[in-house]
């Protein structure tokens, strides 16, 4: 398994890969953002958190597309269908690689960029330990979305209408811990929410998608 997940990371590292796209899409996003709303401090620190958590969340969408469709089409993904790794530690694996290379640097860099929003410094920590807890889900659950799509012609459309809407109760959770982190406001609840969303998406869906690849490779 640490061989595929490494495989993986060297995969999205390469040039197209989708790591640095992600990021960068991320970075003109928010820096976008400013020119649209106008500059006015306190207007730009209100929206900061649903911003940032919805360029997370689009940037995430923009490699999922790839996740299963480069070794579908040359072959091995059949061969990992068949091979003695249980099917479900394979899509885990490409889950966590998938993390690694757009989650987690997003969830880096995310307060940094808050600064071109005047996202207040209280908020900045709510800000990255809601996306370091929130994208795995994303991720887990674009490769569900993935699964179902795999083998498809155009099927990087389909996979955002089958994904976004799952997105939404993660979205919401997340930004909520950011926007009572610039409040100064408890965290528990939706904390415990977004968490409880990421663990039920890893428990759940590696055998949902499992099951889909299976049917798609029939």
């Given at each position: 398994?640490?061989?595929l997940?490494l495989r993986?990371?060297?995969l999205?590292t390469?040039a ?7 990021l960068?899409?991320?970075?003109i996003?928010?820096?976008?953002v400013?020119?649209?709303v106008?500059?006015?401090s306190g207007?730009?620190?209100?929206i900061?958190?649903?911003?940032l958590w919805v360029?997370?969340l689009l ?13 579908h089409?040359?072959?091995t993904?059949?061969?990992l269908?068949?091979a ?7 899509v885990?694996?490409k889950a966590?690689?998938h993390?690694?290379t757009t989650?987690l640097?997003?969830?880096?860099i995310a ?16 800000l990255a330990?809601?996306?370091?807890v929130g994208t ?13 799509t795999v083998g498809?012609k155009?099927?990087g459309?389909?996979?955002?209408l089958?994904?976004l809407?799952?997105?939404?109760p993660?979205?919401?959770f997340?930004a909520e811990?950011?926007r009572?982190?610039a409040?100064?406001a408890a965290?528990?609840?939706?904390m415990?929410f977004l968490?409880a969303?990421?663990l039920g ?8 998608t ?8 029939r």
């Amino acid at each position: 398994m640490i061989a595929l997940l490494l495989r993986d990371l060297r995969l999205a590292t390469r040039a197209g890969g989708g790591f640095g796209l992600s990021l960068t899409f991320f970075l003109i996003l928010v820096t976008l953002v400013p020119f649209g709303v106008g500059p006015e401090s306190g207007r730009l620190a209100t929206i900061a958190p649903g911003i940032l958590w919805v360029g997370a969340l689009l940037a995430s969408l923009l490699s999922l597309d790839r996740l299963f469709a480069l070794d579908h089409e040359d072959g091995t993904l059949e061969q990992l269908a068949t091979a003695p790794l249980p099917l479900e530690a394979v899509v885990a694996m490409k889950a966590i690689a998938h993390w690694l290379t757009t989650g987690l640097p997003l969830a880096l860099i995310a307060p940094l960029l808050g600064v071109l929003l005047h996202l207040p410094g209280a908020a900045m920590p709510a800000l990255a330990l809601s996306l370091a807890v929130g994208t795995p889900a994303l991720s887990m659950i674009g490769a569900f979305g993935a699964g179902l799509t795999v083998g498809l012609k155009r099927g990087g459309l389909l996979l955002s209408l089958l994904v976004l809407p799952l997105y939404v109760p993660t979205l919401i959770f997340g930004a909520e811990v950011a926007r009572r982190g610039a409040e100064g406001a408890a965290l528990g609840t939706p904390m415990a929410f977004l968490g409880a969303i990421t663990l039920g998406t890893l428990a759940l869906l590696p055998y949902a998608t499992a099951a889909a690849i299976r049917v798609n490779l029939r």
